[in-house]
């Protein structure tokens, strides 16, 4: 990737602020959640040209992605994908087995293995349940990957 340098972030408010305009559910969750590791992806390195981000988290006792998003212009250069890559590499090295996500693009986490789980049959930890947009605007699929 030309000019883009993906590493790891302490500030997940800017994060958070990037999930939101992206379109992502954020705060509003059932438990609270304990960020784990955040990642940003920056062109050039400029310290404000935030153009991603991925956040690990653990909510409830389950490891999450708790979010992962790319600006519209930057996507389909594989900063998603490092951004998860990376998330992912994580999680096995610290041990863990199983992650979820509530996604709005699950053809994107299905490429990684991702498999959707019936809502009912998911940990009750997941936010985007109550939003007024969910099931007509937004129709998000709960999924899981055994790592």
């Not at 784990?36 to 999450?64: D, M, P, Q, S």
Request: glycine share 8%; with cysteine.
């Amino acid at each position: 990737m030309e000019n883009i340098l993906i590493k790891q972030s302490d500030d997940y408010d800017s994060l958070k602020i990037l999930f939101i305009k992206n379109g992502l559910e954020v705060g509003n969750e059932p438990v609270p959640t304990d960020i784990i590791k955040c990642w940003h992806a920056k062109y050039n390195n400029e310290e404000k040209h935030l153009i991603g981000g991925a956040t690990l988290g653990l909510r409830g006792g389950v490891y999450i992605v708790d979010g992962i998003a790319v600006e519209p212009e930057y996507r389909n250069r594989d900063i998603g994908t490092d951004m998860l890559d990376k998330l992912i590499a994580y999680a096995k090295k610290i041990g863990v087995k199983e992650l979820w996500l509530v996604a709005i693009a699950p053809q994107f986490f299905r490429k990684y293995g991702f498999t959707t789980i019936n809502r009912k049959s998911s940990p009750n930890i997941f936010g985007c349940f109550n939003c007024k947009k969910y099931g007509k605007e937004c129709k998000p699929e709960v999924m899981r990957m055994y790592i």
